[in-house]
């Protein structure tokens, strides 16, 4: 799908559907910044209206998105998306290279990631170095350990990139991490950044990255 996208040019508002499982993914294609045609500033979204994984063993991130702007993932009231990377030390989904105007709710989002820091970190990465994303809402989704494996991320969300604005992490489910929930070890160069009505917690015992 990626590959399709990176290789097209969008002309209009984009509506995808998942309609069944993609598993052996290997992550090996980024999303890119999407080539628009005619008036651009076009909305693409990402759904499911029945339960689908999208997983594999990904030696990067197994959603990358480089660039992307205004893109929505959106699992629904029953949160039908579940993206899951068994890779040992990487994360499910990575924002890298300004993304903007990035939306991933109603998700469950796995990973057994244990990447103690840097820019392979989390379940979910927001930037690799100076990556300057924006605009990134967070919200609703399940946030926890692989369910394949039963082992946990060591950071579920994790952040070491420079410049990262108007970040938003809102009512997630947070759960079965080793050591933090939400990470950001570059927050001096960041700025306003909401994170409300998330919750904390582990049900496993030792099997945590």
């Known amino acids: 799908m990626f590959d399709s996208l990176n290789n097209n040019v969008v002309i209009g508002n984009l509506f995808i559907e998942i309609t069944s499982n993609l598993s052996s993914e290997s992550g090996e294609v980024a999303l890119n910044t999407i080539n628009e045609g005619g008036v651009g500033s076009y909305q693409i979204r990402m759904l499911a209206n029945s ?53 991933v709710k109603n998700c469950i989002i796995e990973s057994e990631n244990t990447t103690v820091s840097g820019n392979n970190s989390g379940t979910i990465n927001l930037g690799m170095g100076s990556s300057f994303n924006n605009n990134i809402v967070i919200s609703n989704n399940i946030i926890r350990n692989s369910s394949a494996t039963n082992i946990g991320s060591v950071n579920a ?53």
């Open 157 to 209: 969300i994790y952040s070491n990139a420079a410049g990262q604005s108007n970040i938003s992490i809102l009512n997630n489910e947070i759960y079965n991490f080793g050591s933090y929930g939400i990470n950001t070890t570059n927050a001096n160069a960041s700025s306003n950044w909401v994170i409300a009505g998330n919750s904390f917690y582990r049900t496993l015992g030792s099997t945590i990255g």
């Open 51 to 103: 339960a689908v994984t999208i997983s594999g063993t990904a030696p990067n991130a197994l959603v990358r998105l480089s660039g992307v702007s205004r893109f929505t993932t959106d699992g629904g009231n029953s949160k039908n998306i579940t993206i899951r990377n068994n890779h040992f030390a990487n994360p499910a989904i990575a924002f890298i290279n300004t993304c903007s105007q990035y939306t």
